[in-house]
Nanobody
Framework: QVQLVESGGGLVQAGGSLRLTCAAS????????MGWYRQAPGKEREFVAR????????RYADSVKGRFTISRDNPKNTVYLQMNSLKPEDTAIYYC????????WGQGTQVTVSS
């Protein structure tokens, strides 16, 4: 089973940027689709972005299109989420996910965007 650890969250002003990192261990993720989800206080966890194992045809939630970019570095067993033009409504805990069977999740990293 793959283990995932997210990092890079923090407090940022609206309009700022953050880059989240998801470090995988336990097995390679080079053949695994990966994704990011988020959960805001009082809300359900929602999809943010997904990248296939071959790195093309990324998908994004409409709310983050044009602002967020998901990428991966297979030799480093790592996935990234570059977040630009952050808005207060992006405030949430961000989770990395591996679309394995069963799926694997990290513990999350807090992103707080102040207005």
């Amino acid at each position: 089973q793959v283990q995932l650890v997210e990092s890079g969250g923090g407090l940022v002003q609206a309009g700022g940027s953050l880059r989240l990192t998801c470090a995988a261990s336990g097995r390679t993720i080079r053949n695994t689709d990966m994704g990011w989800y988020r959960q805001a206080p009082g809300k359900e966890r929602e999809f943010v972005a997904r990248i296939p194992w071959y790195g093309a045809t990324t998908r994004y939630a409409d709310s983050v299109k044009g602002r967020f970019t998901i990428s991966r570095d297979n030799p480093k067993n790592t996935v990234y989420l570059q977040m630009n033009s952050l808005k207060p409504e992006d405030t949430a805990i961000y989770y990395c996910a591996a679309f394995t069977a069963p799926s694997a999740w990290g513990q999350g990293t807090q992103v707080t965007v102040s207005s």
